[in-house]
């Protein structure tokens, strides 16, 4: 287990996507750029968190599943990422960051960012992340 600080939906594009692939190859290029764009609006979106909630950048660890979409994106995420100025690091280096140290109260049924989980121990009030676009969310329907 890992504290996640870049969480994100990708598993929601990743449903979406997977019924594109191979059927309508337009609806997948669609989804794939999509996915793109929202992805960065995370990463900035959790940027400028960070820097509210521990008052500087650190080392991010980023949550991605093993799905299609990532496969397919992934050297253009892997590109977003090294634009915006990061290098990758093993969990363990990024670890010895004093942030992942800071006291984390969380207890309850919802996995998100340990940047949410930093502010709400802090008492901050709370900032929701960049939702996923509402046509994507409708061709979600739920899932499987």
Same mark, same amino acid.
């Given at each position: 287990m890992?504290?996640?600080?870049?969480?994100?939906?990708d !598993? &929601?594009? *990743?449903?979406?996507?997977?019924?594109?692939?191979g =059927?309508?190859?337009? &609806?997948?290029?669609?989804?794939?750029?999509?996915?793109?764009?929202? &992805?960065? *609006?995370?990463?900035?979106?959790?940027?400028?968190?960070?820097?509210?909630?521990v008052?500087?950048?650190?080392?991010?660890?980023?949550?991605?599943?093993?799905?299609?979409?990532n496969?397919?994106?992934?050297?253009?995420?892997?590109? &977003?990422?090294?634009?915006?100025?990061?290098?990758?690091?093993? #969990?363990?280096?990024?670890?010895?960051?004093?942030?992942?140290? #800071?006291?984390?109260?969380?207890?309850?049924?919802?996995?998100? *960012?340990?940047i949410?989980? !930093? =502010?709400?121990t802090?008492?901050?009030?709370?900032?929701?992340e960049?939702g996923?676009?509402?046509?994507?969310?409708?061709?979600?329907?739920g899932?499987?």
């Amino acid at each position: 287990m890992a504290p996640v600080t870049f969480d994100n939906s990708d !598993w &929601m594009f *990743s449903w979406v996507y997977a019924k594109a692939v191979g =059927s309508d190859a337009g &609806m997948a290029a669609r989804v794939k750029a999509e996915y793109l764009r929202y &992805m960065e *609006s995370v990463i900035v979106f959790f940027e400028e968190r960070t820097r509210e909630v521990v008052g500087r950048d650190i080392p991010q660890v980023l949550l991605l599943h093993t799905n299609a979409i990532n496969a397919d994106a992934m050297g253009d995420l892997m590109a &977003m990422l090294r634009r915006r100025g990061y290098r990758f690091v093993s #969990l363990g280096e990024a670890l010895k960051d004093p942030a992942y140290r #800071l006291p984390e109260e969380y207890a309850g049924t919802g996995g998100f *960012s340990w940047i949410h989980r !930093w =502010s709400k121990t802090k008492g901050m009030a709370g900032k929701g992340e960049p939702g996923e676009p509402e046509w994507i969310v409708k061709a979600f329907g739920g899932g499987q």
